[in-house]
């Protein structure tokens, strides 16, 4: 697949369809991959780069890069190509100005992640079958690549490209998934234990900003946390309010519009599961008002910009069963 | 040398925190962090804790200075309390050197004497590397992981913990728990020592140096054609800062209680966007300003101020955490391959 | 200095001079109607109000006034806003004195001295004329090229008429942007005045203002001869400590707050272009 | 009496729009009708001017139950306010259940001009349920406690 996209982004860049090509460039170490431009043929030839461990969603760049003069050209996994959409529908990207080809993809890990896993001194990956070979600074381990892929891989909701100009290998469909399972159990708990899960949680928060910065539907032009105009500006939480406050306000400005891609998670320095924040709102909104695919499309109106008089009461909150 | 079986650890524990707050690294919801020891409590398995040892002494949020607003009238309350001593267990080689490069910002005159009265009142118990990621290049800054720096310095091996005493400090903590260990020669540790020097040789990072940056070079570093492309991809958010051991940049901020102003001080980072604006205009005005600084800062303007010294310890804290995986050590790369 | 640097002390606003539509002058003591603390010409203070936020200003008055402090203030964001609401009898907080200061027993000692102003540039050397003023015997000649926007931002005006063109060896050239009624005096940008005047080149130069009048002229006055050695400049930056840790002054390796805020050109042209 | 408990006397915030729920709650007032003095009332142009993060910051600031009033739906004197802010509203309440507070700290009431009686009984009937959970732990700001 990379020496396909290489030759294809080359051609393009030839014959002058696109000026720079938006992808992903090796590193130190075999996971530690960067999003970064090639201008040229010799550029992408030296360092493009695309395996299992391209996760980041490179829809959120072109948010700036389509500003800029010229086209470019970007590879989008199905995951980005719901935000890519999402961004259209905001008016934040300038469609004119990419040129996307769909790339297949079939779960992205990261080194933390493997570290988790109990890998130490990670000097080389080889993916042999169903199984990734890690060769470490203390001999060789194998992990089945089902165990190395993080929960949003392994919860896929979509192999298909909701958006391209040129597809790359064969188009996949839209999965079901068990990605709310977790929601699930979490609102199968009492109050008290769900408090308690999400203190633990939140309370790692060291305030980076990570998750909003790489959030595609995080695209204020200022955000109300850093605009002392808005009378909650905080640098670091201050109290354990500040960490609720800065994760719900953040999970509740983005629903009906993020579209699960799960960056914020994978870029957490402390693990929390963000994810789970964000889930919630796209579960109710399912059940509330109708199931809900933020980047499906790029006309439909996102739920929190719509009603309809017959919309369930607040109330609901209360009644539902289950939780307390 | 002292010597205590691995299955007194509790024992040892228990002793340290008898008298004073003890601190070890442990598991929190998968991730290693520092957490006040309380019997039954383990010590995490990772190699290091994800925040560094920096909050000890430089904690994430603190409160400098209170006020009290009547009419036109204001009063000034401090709100420190008397420091409690404590102890921080496990710290590695390249945490230990951090403090000492917090200590070159915050101990020159003025003395920041929040930082300086938590200082006195920490005892550090350093904890020798034996199995080092492949992110680690402390030994790029001549810092020897199977001997670090600290009040009092242990190794562990499979079934022992062995205890050496540096400075007066460490002595004092010695002599409260020294009737637990017993005395023992260094063989073991030698052996120890051997067998990681060994693993480091073999580590990806290790023939990295950060020389080149160092010489008189500021004008040239700083006007580097690569910043640009080196941080096209930069998020601008704060987890580099955040992890890193020797980031000591901060904000002031007041707080309305309602009942009066709470003045504290937070970590701040040189990523984002707020650090420099004023109300009239921001002197590092894109992304490509702030990621420099950052490297700049580390690679080339503190070593200017300091004989040399890197303002970095290569713990790899930021080559592990970085959403977008760009970090020091790739930065010092890029422009050492320009300056030759 | 005081160990104890970021707890701020209590001053009390004690008068309040309106100065232009946008520059108030404030005069501040300490709790016990004394000076808070004493400084050399240039250095500046941390003035804060609680709740609203702590910034750096210049201390325009000079040490030789004995009895206040005085802040020349211009109305520009939330802090200053808020200074230029009060009334007289607030009590603000006050913290310093910070930076290095101009080299007035040193370096300008003895010295034929050229102060070129714009704006509010005029309130870091306020306090470096005046000293000089009080001090005469120490110093040669004194020219003072100052320009505003127009006659009603000029910052002093009235100090200036009074005081500086009354004094012996003081040369006072004032130039305002553009024609306005009332104003007979000359019309035209301060770096192009600098170089009508054509200063005597054994001047040392005390330079502050806009960093677009600095640029251009700091560039006409090498054209008339001057060497960087000769002319000094003051410098602004975000600060939040004041004492070199916070870490976001900084021009290169130094910081402002602590090396700075005072720099020979020469020095600033060792430092990246970061300003 | 020195081991006498103070009755817990909850801190409440409505948030009450101007049309209908304010208007209301004048009513409640011109007829007599007794409810707590611990409700303090925001008027507000509309319940979808109500922002999470009044909500939350009603909370910070020692609020033990937040109530939002506006016009029933389909009555709105913008005529959709209220359609948007029932879901705002349905689905932050809903996350702050998730994460563990007391759901019935916070709650939404339809509320017309002519309800003083409502806007009574709903009042007494929020502060007693707030009054039962006692003091808001779960999401307050301990440098605003004093």
Known sequence: MQGMMIARAGELLENGTVTRVLGWQTGEFVYDITPAVFESAEELEKGFVYNSFCGNNLSKYLIQASRKEGKILVFLKPCDTYSFNQLIKEHRIVRENVYIIGIPCDGKTDGEFLKAKGVKGILGIREEGDNFVVDTLYGEKTIAREDALPERCRNCKSKKHMVYDELMGEEGEVLDSHRFDMVEKLEAMTPDERFAFWRSQLSRCIRCNACRNVCPACSCEKCVFDNPQSGIAQKAAADSFEENMFHIIRAFHVAGRCTDCGECSRVCPQNIPLHLLNRKFIKDIDTFYGEYQAGEDTESRAPLTNYTQEDVEPSIVYTRGGNN | MLKLSLKKLDELFAAMAQSQALYIPADNGGQAQYLRWAPGMKMTAALNTVRSAKDFFFPQTEGLVNFKMTGKTIEVIDPRTEAEDFVVFGVRACDARSFSILDKVFLVDPVDTYYQNRREHGTIVTMACRQPEETCFCTSFGIDPTHPEGDAVCWMTDDALYFEAVTPKGEALKEKIASLFEESDDAAVKAQQAETKAVLDRLPLHTFTAEPLGGDVLMKVFDSPSWKSLSEACLGCGTCTFVCPTCQCYDVRDFDTGNGIQRFRCWDSCMYSDFTLMAHGNSRNSQVERFRQRFMHKLVYFPANNDGEYGCVGCGRCLAKCPISMNIVKVAKCLEGELK | MNTETLIPKVGVVTDIRIDTPDVKTFRVVGLDGKKVFEHIPGQCAMLSVPGVGEGMFSITSSPTNTEFMEFSIKKCGCLTSWLHAMEVGQQITIRGPYGNGFPVETALKGKDLLFIAGGIGLAPLRSVINYVRDKRENYGKIQIIYGSRSKDDLVDYQEILDEWMQDEGVEVNLTIDREQEGWDGHVGFVPNYVKELNPDLSKTVLMCGPPIMIKFTLAGLKELGFQETQVYTTMELRMKCAIGKCGRCNIGNKYVCKDGPVFRFDELDELPNEY | MPNEVKAFKPKIVAFCCNWCSYAGADLAGTNRLNYPADVKIIRVPCSCRVNPMFILRAFQRG????????????????????????????????????????????????????????????????????????????????????
């Not at chain 4, 506006?70 to 879901?87: E, I, K």
């Not at chain 4, 809903?94 to 507070?101: C, V």
């Not at chain 4, 509320?111 to 039962?132: I, L, P």
């Not at chain 4, 003091?135 to 004093?146: I, T, V, W």
């Open chain 4, 63 to 146: 609020a033990d139950g937040v109530i939002l009033c506006g016009c029933h739906p389909g009555d709105c004197h913008y005529t959709t306010g209220n359609y948007y802010a029932r879901r705002r509203m349905t689905l932050l309440f809903s996350m702050l259940d998730y994460l563990g507070i007391e759901k019935e700290r916070t709650r939404v009431e339809w509320v017309s001009a002519a309800e003083g009686a409502k806007f009574a009984a709903t009042m007494n009937d929020f502060v007693e349920t707030v009054t039962r959970l006692g003091e808001n732990k779960r999401l307050e700001d301990l440098r605003c406690k004093e």
